[in-house]
């Protein structure tokens, strides 16, 4: 049998529908949707409040499905920020999935582009780094393709249901609930279990400062800064670890 026919079947039996991985990656992702929920609320609230019709957000959560980025362009939009500026926030802010897909990619660059497509679509922050933490290596593993989707698709039904919550609640909720304290304390509770590493902890730590010293500029462009500062920061620190080990290998 020639190596690339049995590559093939390989993957093939990867990407056979498995109800037992399909419900594990449910239940390793259950214990993130009450926070993807809450969070996905906080938005909801944010849009509307900024003075999006119900119609528009609605759109806006379909479409861009990313709550930072929708977050961080809202008070742009409300400050009638130039088109370029809301667009290159957007693109920052979400810079983090092209490393996503780096990661994803040796695992489904076999998979039609259509199907793709739609995974990276509805990707998220959790559910990447559950996938990759149960699954490091990209060689073909029955089961791997569904245990995918049984993370993706609840996280993104959960999304767009609780999105809509808010974008229903958003105009009875009063300022003083402090909504999007709790939406912020939801995400510190997921994200704060995922740096597991130094040169995570350095980029949150670099993040954090800039956004806090750049945070007088306009436009919200201290976060621009503060993400490419965190990015950049947990790069080289894990490109210095790497060249340490090797060293000492």
Same mark, same amino acid.
């Given at each position: 049998?020639?190596?690339?026919?049995?590559?093939?079947?390989?993957?093939?039996?990867?990407?056979?529908?498995?109800?037992?991985?399909?419900?594990?990656?449910?239940?390793?992702?259950?214990?993130?949707?009450?926070?993807?929920?809450?969070?996905?609320?906080?938005?909801?609230?944010?849009?509307?409040?900024?003075?999006?019709?119900?119609?528009?957000?609605?759109?806006?959560?379909?479409?861009?499905?990313? /709550? @930072? =980025?929708?977050? !961080? %362009?809202?008070? &742009?939009?409300? #400050?009638?920020?130039?088109?370029?500026?809301?667009?290159?926030?957007?693109?920052?802010?979400?810079?983090?999935?092209?490393?996503?897909?780096?990661?994803?990619?040796?695992?489904?660059?076999?998979?039609?582009?259509?199907?793709?497509?739609?995974?990276?679509?509805?990707?998220?922050?959790?559910?990447?780094?559950?996938?990759?933490?149960?699954?490091?290596?990209?060689?073909?593993?029955?089961?791997?393709?569904?245990?995918?989707?049984?993370?993706?698709?609840?996280?993104?039904?959960?999304?767009?249901?609780?999105?809509?919550?808010?974008?229903?609640? /958003? @105009? =009875?909720?009063? !300022? %003083?609930?402090? &909504?999007?304290? #709790?939406?912020?304390?939801?995400?510190?509770?997921?994200?704060?279990?995922?740096?597991?590493?130094?040169?995570?902890?350095?980029?949150?730590?670099?993040?954090?400062?800039?956004?806090?010293?750049?945070?007088?500029?306009?436009?919200?462009?201290?976060?621009?800064?503060?993400?490419?500062?965190?990015?950049?920061?947990?790069?080289?620190?894990?490109?210095?670890?790497?060249?340490?080990?090797?060293?000492?290998?």
């Amino acid at each position: 049998m020639s190596p690339l026919r049995s590559a093939a079947e390989a993957h093939a039996r990867c990407d056979q529908h498995d109800p037992l991985a399909w419900r594990k990656g449910f239940r390793d992702g259950l214990p993130l949707l009450l926070g993807i929920g809450a969070w996905a609320v906080v938005v909801g609230v944010a849009m509307v409040k900024t003075g999006l019709t119900a119609w528009q957000a609605s759109g806006m959560t379909l479409l861009v499905y990313a /709550g @930072s =980025a929708q977050l !961080a %362009s809202l008070p &742009l939009m409300a #400050a009638h920020a130039p088109l370029w500026v809301i667009f290159a926030t957007a693109l920052v802010v979400n810079l983090r999935f092209v490393i996503f897909s780096a990661l994803l990619a040796p695992h489904f660059a076999h998979l039609h582009w259509r199907q793709r497509f739609l995974l990276s679509f509805i990707a998220g922050d959790m559910t990447v780094a559950l996938y990759l933490q149960r699954y490091p290596d990209p060689s073909p593993v029955p089961g791997k393709l569904s245990y995918l989707k049984g993370l993706l698709y609840p996280n993104w039904v959960v999304w767009q249901l609780c999105c809509l919550v808010g974008i229903l609640l /958003g @105009s =009875a909720v009063p !300022a %003083s609930w402090g &909504l999007d304290f #709790a939406g912020t304390l939801a995400i510190l509770c997921m994200t704060v279990p995922l740096v597991t590493s130094n040169a995570a902890l350095c980029g949150v730590a670099v993040a954090g400062a800039v956004a806090v010293i750049a945070d007088p500029l306009p436009y919200k462009l201290g976060l621009l800064l503060a993400v490419l500062g965190g990015m950049v920061t947990a790069m080289v620190v894990e490109e210095t670890n790497e060249k340490r080990k090797a060293r000492r290998g």
